[in-house]
């Protein structure tokens, strides 16, 4: 079946930086596009970044646009999220998933467990 694990959340202050790591197994990885997604307490869960599953087509929410990275190892079957400049209002469970191109949760077929992200002042 279909697994995709995240790792490397944890509690870091403003400013710092981050690297999240999602292990896909299960499915032919370099078809499917590979998502971020976030949720705060309360919130619902919003998109942050995606890259394509063919070319190097990257988007990115206006919110982490120039801070966060995404890339992606088709020979590791792992997509990266490499988070710089950090903020309180980062902190969230961030969440991979595959699926098709774009910003919609409805787009992606599978998800990962999340990792937490916190933030402090």
């Known amino acids: 079946q279909v697994q995709l694990v995240e790792s490397g959340g944890g509690l870091v202050q403003a400013g710092g930086s981050l690297r999240l790591s999602c292990a896909a197994s299960?499915?032919?990885?370099?078809?499917?596009?590979m998502g971020w997604f976030r949720q705060a307490p309360g919130k619902e869960r919003e998109f942050v970044a995606t890259?394509?599953?063919?070319?190097?087509?990257?988007r990115y929410a206006d919110s982490v646009k120039g801070r966060f990275t995404i890339s992606r190892d088709n020979a590791k079957n792992t997509v990266y999220l490499q988070m710089n400049g950090l903020k309180p209002e980062d902190t969230a469970v961030y969440y991979c998933?595959?699926?098709?191109?774009?910003?919609?949760?409805?787009?992606?077929?599978?998800w990962g467990q999340g990792t937490q992200v916190t933030v402090s002042s």
């Open positions: 998933a595959a699926g098709d191109y774009g910003s919609r949760p409805y787009s992606y077929y599978y």
């Open positions: 299960g499915l032919t990885f370099s078809s499917y596009a």
């Open positions: 890259f394509s599953g063919s070319g190097s087509s990257t």
